[in-house]
């Protein structure tokens, strides 16, 4: 199953518009996509309240995953999501 | 047919129109088990329900703008999550009824907030919030919140809490009425930051049902129903010339025979600046700074406290800005600042007491202040709250000069600090006194009980002696006396208080026009004799009629 470990590079973490935007995206793929923190179990990435008690703050790993066609673009574009600054864009 | 309710009057000003309530948040029916075809129809409801939600805050957060869209739009994508809805799905599926399935789906989600801590447990409320809202949704329930009836109305609550004003939008909501509440309950405070009339502690408001019209005075503290026309028209007449006279007099507060007053304004978060600071006024005579510890799991940074003070300190250039610290205990709990298991916490680690038990919190917000304040124009002053003796005084202030903060104060909400005023005000550089604490420790009466509310008037002569004390301390110190509670807002009060050798008044925006007019109209000698009179009255209602039959 295609998966990639990425840094969350948002200063406040994976929380407030970094985790809505990343959600938002999620739910646009055509494939279902998981996101888990050192060993722990993935959650939905398209669910808000999963990803906030993921409680990823800026600098730690997440792994993405995801299966079927169109798995590896979906990864790739959320990827970019997560190790981007998201709270520079105001 | 007319009817007359009577509360506690806040604010000096009439509303009519029609009343829109606040509903409270949904009790949760008696458990019941569901089974079967029912199951499957109750889990599509809870669906449905979420679904709903996540519209009313999509279609809420379209019609918002910045900070408030952002949390509405969060909140909308928390209601239409898939894994709440399959979770609260489950649950119906396994046999539990749709509110507790909801109830309890929410607050698995709430547990795992809480567990990952700092922001992400900021955001339980909002997820409280949503699980009344889709309670309510699947019972058919009023929704719970702000009422949005698409018109400008009367807002009828049984009490409001600072969450919910801080949503509320002065362009539609007329006039406040709660059942509960007194006259410095979070209401009142807020009813004369909007400028708005208000009348609390109203128990007949219970009757009063959505788009019943209403005219609500203030001043008189009295709800009218159904009034008549001309009653409503005369009141509205009433209105335009009280606007018109505050508007009169312009520039720094002082007598007709030149005695100055300063006029201050309180402010109490930072979205409250822009108007503030556009009112016509000396500065700040109180700068609350709870707002930027409130709703956190931790202390906020020095850097994000400094960048919050230089807001105001610019807003300010060139005025006095006195800061309040940090005022936490008590009505204004901090995870972080406050004990749990205290008995009384009005007379707990509260106020300056705080920075005894934890002095990184005073010393981090003293240097914030100090950084601020570093190039601006801005007079920074700074205060702290609940001096009880002398020595706390001098402490605090020693603290603000290691700091190079010169000018540090007390405030007077103790008795023991107003009967000792002396020795307080020789230990720093100015008093101000919080009149709404001053009435709570000196009559022992709760201020949030609206039951108690004549105790805590504050045309209490008793309450009117400690004032006088700390007045007269300042004087023979050469400190100024200033006064910051809702006793500076109300104009005949505030010339009682200039009697009695307070130097300056600090009120809501939407106050200092009256204020000011009466100053100006009245030397310092009709001020003295005003205040002789209230001192020399029995009770706060003789005190009051006397001063107001003395003005005419």
Redesign the interface.
């Known amino acids: 199953m295609p998966q990639r470990t990425v840094t969350v590079g948002s200063r406040?973490?994976l929380?407030?518009?970094p985790?809505?935007l990343f959600?938002?995206a999620a739910a646009k793929q055509p494939v279902k996509v998981t996101v888990a923190r050192d060993g722990q179990p993935p959650?939905?990435a398209?669910?808000?309240?999963?990803v906030?008690?993921?409680?990823a703050?800026h600098g730690d790993t997440v792994v993405l995953a995801a299966e079927g066609d169109g798995a590896e673009t979906a990864i790739e574009e959320l990827a970019a999501l997560i190790a981007a600054d998201l709270d520079a864009k105001e | 047919m007319t009817a007359l309710m009577t509360g506690i009057g806040v604010g000096s000003g009439s509303a009519a129109g029609p009343v829109a309530r606040m509903a409270p948040p949904p009790a949760l029916p008696a458990p019941r088990t569901v089974a079967g075809a029912e199951a499957a129809a109750e889990a599509a409801a809870v669906r449905a329900a979420l679904c709903q939600v996540a519209a009313d805050m999509e279609q809420r957060a379209a019609a918002a703008a910045g900070a408030a869209a952002e949390v509405l739009c969060a909140q909308a994508l928390m209601a239409a999550d898939p894994t709440l809805a399959d979770r609260a799905a489950a649950l119906v599926l396994d046999g539990t009824d749709g509110p507790h399935a909801l109830a309890a789906a929410f607050g698995e989600f709430r547990a795992g907030l809480e567990a990952a801590g700092g922001y992400f447990a900021e955001r339980v409320a909002d997820l409280d919030d949503l699980r009344d809202r889709s309670v309510a949704r699947l019972l058919g329930l009023p929704m719970p919140g702000l009422p949005d009836p698409g018109h400008p109305y009367v807002l009828v609550a049984d009490d409001l809490a600072p969450a919910d004003t801080a949503l509320l939008d002065p362009a539609t909501v007329l006039a406040l009425v709660t059942q509960r509440g007194g006259p410095t309950s979070h209401t009142a405070i807020l009813a004369k930051i909007l400028g708005l009339p208000a009348v609390v502690g109203c128990q007949d408001a219970e009757r009063l049902t959505d788009g019943r019209p209403v005219l609500v005075d203030g001043a008189a503290g009295t709800v009218e129903a159904d009034p008549r026309p001309e009653t409503v028209a005369e009141a509205a007449a009433r209105e335009e010339r009280r606007r018109r006279q505050a508007a009169r007099t312009r520039g720094p507060g002082r007598t007709s025979d030149g005695h100055p007053v300063k006029l201050l304004v309180n402010l109490g978060a930072l979205h409250e600046l822009p108007a503030a600071a556009a009112a016509d006024s000396e500065g700040v005579g109180l700068f609350r700074t709870e707002f930027l510890y409130l709703d956190r799991a931790q202390a906020p940074s020095l850097e994000e406290q400094t960048a919050a003070y230089r807001e105001v300190f610019t807003a300010f250039a060139g005025r006095r800005v006195v800061v309040r610290t940090l005022d936490a205990g008590a009505d204004k709990p901090l995870p972080f600042a406050t004990a749990p298991d205290e008995q009384n916490p009005a007379l707990g680690i509260r106020g300056l007491r705080t920075a005894t038990r934890d002095p990184e919190l005073l010393r981090t917000q003293l240097a914030a202040i100090a950084k601020a304040a570093e190039g601006s124009t801005a007079e920074v002053w700074v205060m702290a709250p609940m001096v009880s003796v002398p020595e706390e005084a001098a402490d605090f202030a020693a603290a603000a000069r290691a700091h190079g903060l010169r000018t540090a104060g007390a405030m007077v909400e103790v008795p023991a600090a107003a009967l000792r005023a002396g020795a307080v005000a020789r230990s720093c550089e100015f008093l101000s006194i919080g009149t709404n604490d001053l009435a709570q420790y000196a009559f022992a009466a709760d201020r949030t009980l609206g039951s108690l509310a004549a105790l805590l008037d504050p045309w209490q002569p008793a309450l009117l002696d400690l004032i006088r004390m700390a007045a007269q301390a300042g004087e023979r110190h050469g400190r100024p006396v200033g006064v910051c509670g809702e006793a500076a807002a109300d104009p005949a009060l505030a010339l009682v208080l200039t009697g009695l050798g307070v130097t300056s008044l600090s009120a809501a925006p939407s106050c200092l026009g009256e204020v000011r007019a009466a100053l100006a109209a009245h030397t310092l000698d009709d001020c003295r004799r005003l205040a002789d009179r209230a001192l020399a009255a029995p009770d706060a209602a003789t005190a009051r009629a006397e001063v107001l039959a003395t003005l005419g």
């Open positions: 406040s973490g929380h407030a518009r985790a809505s959600v938002q959650v939905d398209r669910s808000l309240l999963s906030l008690a993921l409680g703050q």
